[in-house]
Nanobody, 117 residues
Framework: QVQLVESGGALVQPGGSLRLSCAASGVGFRRYDMGWYRQAPGKQREFVGNIIGGVSTTYADSVKGRFTISLDNAKNTVDLQISSLKSEDTALYYC???????????WGQGTQVTVSS
């Protein structure tokens, strides 16, 4: 059974940094597309970035150069390092897992990031 639990969200000042973590159980990273998404108030959920098969990463244009996805295989977590935070990064951040050969899609409960001075 796949379970995803996000953590690390916080209130941060503009220009600050934050590291989000997604604890993934029941997931083998080499067989999954692990993604981060976010949803701001009043907006649709949007793609932030992902890591496919534990190797290849892609990012939304809006976060390139500021967001980095990495894996911690010892802890079985997918981490999202965020730097140079902007007010428009304020959102509920979700972890997503999709098997490379399957149609399922699993979501965590989200972790809140608020960027404000």
């Amino acid at each position: 059974q796949v379970q995803l639990v996000e953590s690390g969200g916080a209130l941060v000042q503009p220009g600050g940094s934050l590291r989000l973590s997604c604890a993934a159980s029941g997931v083998g990273f080499r067989r999954y597309d692990m993604g981060w998404y976010r949803q701001a108030p009043g907006k649709q959920r949007e793609f932030v970035g992902n890591i496919i098969g534990g190797v290849s990463t892609t990012y939304a244009d809006s976060v390139k150069g500021r967001f980095t996805i990495s894996l911690d295989n010892a802890k079985n977590t997918v981490d999202l390092q965020i730097s140079s935070l902007k007010s428009e990064d304020t959102a509920l951040y979700y972890c997503n897992a999709r098997p490379l050969f399957g149609r399922q899609s699993f979501w965590g409960q989200g972790t809140q990031v608020t960027v404000s001075s």
